[in-house]
């Protein structure tokens, strides 16, 4: 798929920069938002989603990505979101 070039723009304009499977790209990255109590104790989740355009870079599992100098790896293959033109991947810090 070839990517959109102002959806690049514009995540690059606007996302957070990033470095992975040998390309730089524009990406935003989300952090679960529920929280879970175990035993009395708050716990956040670890993992993120990276949101990014689709076929602005491969991301195979397992893959590095470093998002605004900070390392993470991929969890899972990344998933197409709607109608294909943007991608989502979960990751754990490195």
């Known amino acids: ?3 959109d070039p102002e959806l690049v723009r514009a995540f690059d304009a606007l996302g957070l920069p990033c470095v992975g499977a040998g390309s730089a790209f524009g990406a935003f990255l989300d952090a679960p938002a529920n929280p879970f ?12 989603e990276l949101t990014y355009v689709s076929g602005a870079v491969t991301l195979p599992r397992g893959s590095t990505v470093f998002v605004a100098g900070v390392a993470y790896t991929t969890l899972e293959v990344p998933r197409a979101l709607d109608d294909g033109a943007l991608s989502v991947v979960l990751m754990d810090p490195a």
């Open 37 to 48: 109590d175990a035993g009395g104790v708050t716990v956040h989740a670890r993992t993120r």
């Open 1 to 3: 798929m070839t990517p």
